[in-house]
């Protein structure tokens, strides 16, 4: 994995998904329960239990033990290469326009970390407008059961967004990510950034 969109959408990634070792009576690293309340291991892969073909959800701790599989690092790394791959088998058959490494790469976050549906309704906005497609990015930032902003997501999108757009993500993403900030805070940078 040494093409530039690669590093780029595997940057974003690990800044936004992060090893866990919560666990320190247990060697290694954990998977952990991500703020949509499903399991994740590494640098948030999906765990998926083998029985049901469904994702380990609150409840299931004990199981998302048993069925992960990185404890070390370098296991992410290799899962993480695996996942952009597996992201990047959604974009090809759909993207019908040339785009440059950071637009390509927002796009392989985006379907690393979002629903099938949700990244096949964002590489078809990318298709259409990407003007369209840059406000469209921005919404992408409620949980699934009670539709609220998550500030982690907002900060992701916007961060998603910068990208695209070719511009320096990680110094916003510093700022943004300081504890305490409020979703009022976030939209209001949010609109000084993108003139929303």
Known sequence: MTEQKYILASNIIRRFESLHDGDLSQIGLQPKLAPEGYYTE???????????????TVG??????????????????????????????RIIPILKVVLSDNEYATMLDLCFNLSYNSSI????????????????????CK???????????????????????GREWQPVANELQRKGITINELLQKEGELFKV
């Open 42 to 56: 590494g640098w948030g892969h999906l765990i998926i239990d083998p029985e049901t073909k469904k994702p380990l």
């Open 60 to 89: 299931q701790k004990a199981r998302a033990y048993k069925l992960a599989k990185v404890s070390a690092k370098e296991e992410a790394d290799k899962l993480l290469v695996e996942d952009l791959h597996v992201a990047e088998m």
């Open 121 to 140: 309704t964002l590489i078809n906005h990318v298709n259409t407008d990407k003007e369209l497609f840059k406000k469209k990015v921005l919404l992408y």
């Open 143 to 165: 949980d699934s059961v009670k539709k609220q902003i998550l500030p982690g997501l907002k900060i992701r999108r916007i961060c998603d967004r910068l990208l695209f757009e």
